[in-house]
């Protein structure tokens, strides 16, 4: 959520449920753009929130020349003081997070033990060489930066056209963007991962006629698994608003303004994924 029109685009996620107090809005608002100004941020957004059983964890990130490559995460307790996220390499850590049950309890320092899936190896069509599972002692502040960059990946969104992919490889936001017309809007291939891209160039270009190199280059949310149910997507206020909902990641809800270029996405969740998709349908 662009700190540019915050308030405005909270109004726009209420159609979908999701909503801050007044208080909070002043509050995280404000405080944003005290931090986009200490760290001379080009760009300052409101990732969102995931709640804990004593004191939620409010997230933001910056950039500075490049939004995808230069984004900087932060974590707040009380929407105000905002602390630097670490950044998290080890496989393990990403392991661990996605096999933990126990809900954020909202001390970053607390550890906790998981317990790894054991890993074998095959030899001849038989199982053989099993090893004890591992475990890994996780610290809550490495779970919530592994947790924000799994959710980051596989749903945050921005429509086509949004994102510009300059000459020397930095990508920044379009200012010739002028939002999706009434024909594109409620068409998932019009809508793109805020992430680097994963599927090869020539895979990206060949699904559309109309390519263009500078901004196709990041992979569609129509291609993710599981194929048209991984989102949800309605049309609110006369038609003129679209919402995209996240059904792996519940809580993660993007919106965007019909020929508009006004455009963001929030996540109000726990930091659970929905392993029931598939039995949903």
Request: glycine share 4%; with cysteine.
């Amino acid at each position: 959520m662009n700190v540019e029109y915050f308030s405005e685009g909270l109004e726009c996620l209420m159609y979908s449920g999701r909503k801050l107090s007044p208080e909070q809005r002043i509050l995280i608002e404000n405080s944003l753009i005290v931090l986009m100004q200490e760290n001379r941020f080009s760009g300052m957004y409101f990732w969102g929130r995931i709640t804990a059983t004593k004191n939620d964890y409010y997230i933001a990130f910056g950039y500075t020349n490049d939004c995808l490559k230069d984004r900087k995460y932060f974590y707040s307790l009380d929407q105000y003081q905002w602390q630097l996220l670490p950044f998290v390499q080890s496989p393990k850590i990403f392991q661990a997070t996605v096999l933990a049950v126990e809900p954020f309890v909202g001390d970053p320092s607390l550890l906790t033990y998981v317990k790894l899936d054991p890993t074998f190896t095959i030899v001849a069509n038989q199982v053989v060489n099993i090893s004890r599972p591992e475990v890994v002692k996780l610290k809550e502040e490495e779970r919530l930066a592994a947790i924000v960059f799994i959710i980051s990946e596989e749903c945050a969104i921005c429509p086509r056209g949004a994102l510009y992919k300059m000459v020397d490889g930095r990508v920044i936001p379009n200012q010739m963007f002028r939002g999706l017309n009434d024909l594109q809007i409620d068409n998932l291939s019009y809508y793109q991962l805020y992430r680097l891209p994963r599927n090869d160039l020539k895979t990206n270009l060949s699904k559309r006629s109309d390519y263009n190199y500078a901004i196709d280059f990041l992979d569609t949310i129509d291609g993710v698994i599981p194929l048209n149910q991984a989102f949800a997507l309605n049309m609110q206020s006369n038609e003129r608003i679209a919402v995209i909902k996240s059904c792996v990641w519940l809580g993660m809800t993007f919106f965007h303004k019909l020929n508009s270029r006004k455009h963001g996405f929030l996540y109000l969740g726990d930091g659970r994924k929905n392993f029931d998709l598939l039995f949903m349908y």
